[in-house]
């Protein structure tokens, strides 16, 4: 009797032992799968919202400064850049089109294949096929710094200046936004803007 009823514990715990594996396995391992499978799903989701939001179709920016002077400037496509302080304000900018309007002085069009934009003080960077057109000139470069901070506009990189009149090569032009005059600069001192007009050539 004793040892039957030996047997018999032995027998239940072998039982419970192989339910207790069979549970571990079946349900307690695939929960922590699917945990781990569900965390890696919200990441990726996580990372894609982030990415939709952070990018842009069609955005317009407007400005204005004390003076009366006006910025515009649009996009195709927009990307929102974040740092690591969370800082929103830079945006990259695709297939841009700007105008900014000098208070008794006349509109500057601004084409370009990219921009770099910050919202926060308007500050821009016009990287790559940049044309700019200033009452009856054509200008055409690589780059173009518009700092409404300095009040200033940089072009340089291949820089071509031309109108009705006069067809010049320069290092840099720079334009006071503020005036809307224009000064021609060179980064060699030694060195002088080619000129080419209807009446005559220079160097």
């Known amino acids: 009797m004793t040892l039957k009823f030996f047997f018999q514990i032995i027998l239940i715990f072998i039982i419970v032992t192989i339910i207790g594996v069979f549970y571990y396995n079946f349900f307690f391992k695939n929960k922590?799968?699917?945990?781990?499978?569900?965390?890696?799903?919200?990441?990726?989701?996580?990372?894609?919202?982030?990415?939709?939001?952070?990018?842009?179709?069609?955005?317009?920016?407007?400005?204005?400064?004390?003076?009366?002077?006006?910025?515009?400037?649009?996009?195709?496509?927009?990307?929102?850049?974040?740092?690591?302080?969370?800082?929103?304000?830079?945006?990259?900018?695709?297939?841009?089109?700007?105008?900014?309007?000098?208070?008794?002085?006349?509109?500057?069009n601004i084409f370009s294949k990219y921009a770099d934009y910050n919202r926060g003080n308007n500050n821009t960077f016009f990287y790559e096929d940049v044309k700019i057109e200033y009452l009856d000139n054509l200008i055409t470069s690589q780059n173009l710094d518009v700092i409404f901070t300095e009040k200033v506009s940089k072009i340089y990189n291949n820089v071509n200046y031309k109108n009705e009149i006069i067809n010049l090569s320069t290092d840099n032009i720079i334009i006071d936004t503020k005036t809307g005059d224009i000064k021609l600069e060179m980064d060699n001192v030694n060195e002088k803007v080619r000129l080419v007009s209807k009446y005559n050539y220079a160097n």
């Open 32 to 108: 922590e799968n699917v945990d781990l499978v569900s965390k890696s799903e919200l990441e990726t989701i996580s990372k894609i919202d982030e990415n939709v939001s952070n990018e842009l179709s069609n955005i317009e920016y407007n400005a204005f400064d004390e003076n009366g002077n006006t910025y515009y400037i649009y996009a195709k496509k927009a990307i929102v850049k974040s740092n690591e302080n969370n800082d929103q304000n830079n945006v990259l900018l695709e297939d841009v089109i700007s105008i900014i309007t000098i208070k008794n002085k006349g509109l500057i």
